[in-house]
């Protein structure tokens, strides 16, 4: 932990706003799409290009993470990765090209990508024996993070005339996050430069790793189908763009509270096989009762799937929680992150293909109630007790036992 006060005070304050602006790049895209989409001519495979922009980003750049951690310091990567966030959403509403847009939403993405690995990392270093409770403080920011995205994009952009100014506000917000990482660069000197004893193939060996991501890339894949088509879906279904808006702000919304319960609670639990069932049931019956009741008790439904989308926190309490160091969590982190979000990249574009397919989201909607399913299997894998690095060291001494 930062030794002085004041380091304190400006560490809890960075990792809080860096936590509030890991989604808006992703989620206020959903509301204005038809928009973006029309305006700049986008294709169906175009736009199911950029849906699935967020996980291939996380996929690819999450996995990088930890090693220019070691390289550049966790703290000097955390404000590169805000820069990144800053340059690409600012510049991404000021271009007409469909492939400029990408790749600028690309690198906003990147910047995302790096500050989700880095934070529970983060909060194991210097709040090692806080992990739920930190979790939960930076996990709470960044559903408010999605909430806001989600309900205030379309309102920016018809107070600004244009699409353009609702994604160019999260821009500044990054900027905003970027300042207290300033003051924290001069303590970076001993961060993330120690010799690892715990990498990315190591993980690979673990049984608990695997359990991670796969249950980390069957949730990344509903939460990504969720932002990416589910204000489509609410406009299909008789709303308006704004009430749309409002609809995916509900599901964001409700995970406010649950995104600082659920790891709160997980962090006084040693078995978290109650908290994984009730989350789950919650995106069984949101998916349901979309399925059974379109355009009925739409504001019923979006909220059980807010509170299922509250696994996502619990996953994140969890990297911390079933490591010991925080060597061990930035390698947990980095392969449950990019392994997940690579195995979820597919996700909304395959949606994406099924609700062209069959003109409606009736499959969708059961292909999601299928990941729901698979999500049980894994999830509960790794709901109890455990750590990765007692994993390594029995898979280390079983291996110099073969003769």
Request: contains cysteine; charged residues 10%.
């Amino acid at each position: 932990m930062a030794g002085t006060r004041g380091q304190r005070v400006l560490l809890v304050v960075g990792i809080v706003v860096l936590g509030f602006n890991l989604r808006p790049a992703a989620v206020s895209v959903g509301p204005v799409l038809d928009e973006v989409r029309t305006q700049l001519g986008m294709s169906p495979v175009a736009v199911g290009v950029l849906t699935s922009l967020p996980v291939l980003a996380f996929a690819l750049f999450g996995g990088a993470a930890p090693w220019l951690a070691g390289k550049v310091g966790v703290h000097r990567l955390t404000l590169l990765s805000l820069v990144g966030v800053v340059v690409g959403l600012g510049l991404r509403a000021l271009v007409d090209s469909v492939p400029l847009f990408l790749v600028l939403s690309l690198l906003a993405l990147a910047g995302m990508a790096a500050g989700n690995v880095v934070l529970p990392s983060l909060v194991k270093l210097h709040f090692p024996d806080r992990v739920g409770l930190f979790t939960s403080l930076y996990t709470t920011a960044l559903a408010v993070g999605l909430t806001s995205s989600s309900a205030l994009t379309v309102p920016l952009s018809d107070a600004g005339g244009s699409w353009r100014w609702g994604l160019a506000a999260w821009a500044a917000t990054a900027l905003v996050a970027a300042v207290p990482w300033l003051g924290l660069l001069r303590h970076d000197a001993t961060l993330g430069r120690q010799r690892r004893s715990v990498g990315l193939l190591d993980i690979a060996r673990t049984r608990l790793g695997w359990a991670m991501a796969t249950t980390f890339a069957l949730q990344s894949t509903q939460a990504y189908i969720i932002f990416g088509w589910f204000a489509l879906l609410f406009r299909d279904s008789g709303y308006t763009a704004a009430q749309a808006g409002l609809l995916l702000g509900l599901v964001t919304g409700i995970s406010i509270p649950l995104s600082f319960l659920v790891p709160y609670a997980a962090g006084r639990m040693h078995n978290h096989t109650v908290l994984l069932i009730a989350l789950l049931s919650c995106y069984a019956i949101g998916y349901t009762g979309l399925l059974l009741t379109p355009g009925t008790a739409t504001w019923l439904w979006a909220a059980f799937v807010g509170a299922g989308t509250s696994i996502f926190p619990l996953v994140l309490a969890q990297i911390g929680l079933r490591s010991r160091s925080a060597e061990g969590t930035a390698a947990l982190s980095g392969f449950t992150q990019s392994i997940g979000y690579l195995l979820a990249a597919p996700g909304p574009f395959v949606v994406g293909v099924l609700h062209d397919r069959t003109d409606g989201w009736d499959v969708p909607l059961l292909f999601l109630l299928g990941l729901t399913v698979l999500l049980a299997g894994t999830a509960l894998l790794v709901a109890r007790d455990q750590h990765v690095e007692d994993q390594l060291v029995n898979e280390r001494q079983r291996g110099t036992s073969l003769p």
